[in-house]
């Protein structure tokens, strides 16, 4: 089973947790599944729902797969030095991802170097002050390390996930296509399918903890 830690903070997006989230499990059958992951056991969302974490922080050490998401207190998270060593992410063996405001989270982390990102226009400024090149794009990936800039870019950062090292562009599609707007299925796969394509992740050959394409699992 490839595990994904989907890192949420309070005061988080849930447009970022959650869909990045649902998007991933529609694989669980095929072996891929996230877990809302948090510092502490309940985190309170910016609109005030507050949720249980299904792992706690210290699940980032095992995942195959990390994705920081946003909030309205990412800047908080990055000035509180105890809460950052608790999130020693390993590109060598782990997809890493960030959604909107989580980019700081990786710069902070001295994780993006010289590769430009994807971010929010309120995180852009606070981004690029630790010298780090924002892209005006919806997402962006080098390697093992991704970015993804506005609330629903968190569709690509999925997509990414599930057929980077993974599953495959097979299941990727199936699972948009499920989810797509009626009428707007095959544009709407065929949009983040181009939007991760252009960084080279399709066809990429396994590596993170590998399972064999399948269907995606619907419900």
């Not at 990055?78 to 782990?94: N, S």
């Not at 506005?150 to 199936?174: H, K, M, N």
């Amino acid at each position: 089973m490839v595990q994904v830690a989907v890192v949420t903070f309070d005061g988080f997006n849930e447009l970022d947790s959650f869909i990045a989230s649902a998007l991933i499990n529609r694989c669980r059958k095929d072996g891929l599944e996230a877990f809302i992951t948090t510092p502490t056991p309940r985190v309170t969302s910016m609109n005030g729902v507050e949720v249980a974490g299904q792992r706690p922080i210290g699940f980032v050490t095992e995942a195959d797969v990390v994705l920081i998401g946003s909030g309205v207190r990412t800047r908080d998270v990055v000035a509180d030095a105890p809460l950052l060593a608790r999130l020693p992410l390993d590109p060598a063996r782990q997809l890493i991802g960030s959604q909107c405001s989580g980019a700081l989270v990786l710069a902070h982390l001295g994780l993006l170097g010289a590769m430009p990102a994807c971010t929010d226009l309120t995180s852009r400024p606070f981004v690029e002050a630790r010298g780090v090149t924002v892209l005006d794009a919806p997402f962006h990936a080098e390697g093992n390390i991704a970015t993804a800039g506005g609330c629903l870019a968190s569709q690509y950062l999925a997509t990414w996930v599930v057929i980077t090292r993974t599953l495959g562009e097979d299941a990727a599609r199936a699972v948009l296509d499920y989810v797509a707007p009626v009428g707007e299925n095959r544009e709407t796969a065929d949009r983040a399918l181009r939007a991760v394509s252009a960084m080279g992740a399709v066809g990429a050959v396994p590596a993170v903890g590998a399972v064999p394409a399948a269907s995606a699992a619907r419900a």
